[in-house]
């Protein structure tokens, strides 16, 4: 079973940088062989997808963040990566990590990113 643990969430105030990270322990190499993305829920809303990478390293980010939020992936530590640029009160959320295709069915405890000055 693999393991997802996002990391790097901190408070941050409007206009600041920070990048998170999540790691999947995966012997079996599910993360290498998945296209894998970025999730956000913001308080009293439903969790959405905000970015995500094929393995091949294409990226797609949604309207909302696109300019704004890179992703990456390093598939020999079996990290993701999403930084984050030019944050907004809007981009308060807790962010998760999980596949795109089909999810895996345990999530990780995410990473809370607000933003406030």
């Known amino acids: 079973q693999v393991h997802l643990v996002e990391s790097g969430g901190g408070l941050v105030q409007p206009g600041g940088s920070l990048r998170v990270s999540c790691v999947a322990s995966?012997?079996?190499?599910?993360?290498?062989?998945?296209?894998m993305g970025w999730y956000r829920q913001a308080p009293g809303k439903q969790r959405e997808l905000v970015a995500f990478i094929t393995v091949g390293g294409r990226t797609t980010c949604v309207v909302a963040v696109k300019g704004r939020f890179t992703i990456s992936r390093d598939n020999a530590k079996n990290t993701l990566y999403l930084q984050m640029n030019s944050l907004k009160p809007g981009d308060t959320a807790v962010y998760y990590c999980?596949?795109?295709?089909?999810?895996?069915?345990?999530w990780g405890q995410g990473t809370p990113v607000p933003v406030s000055s």
């Open positions: 995966d012997s079996g190499n599910i993360f290498s062989a998945r296209t």
């Open positions: 999980n596949a795109v295709d089909v999810p895996l069915p345990t």
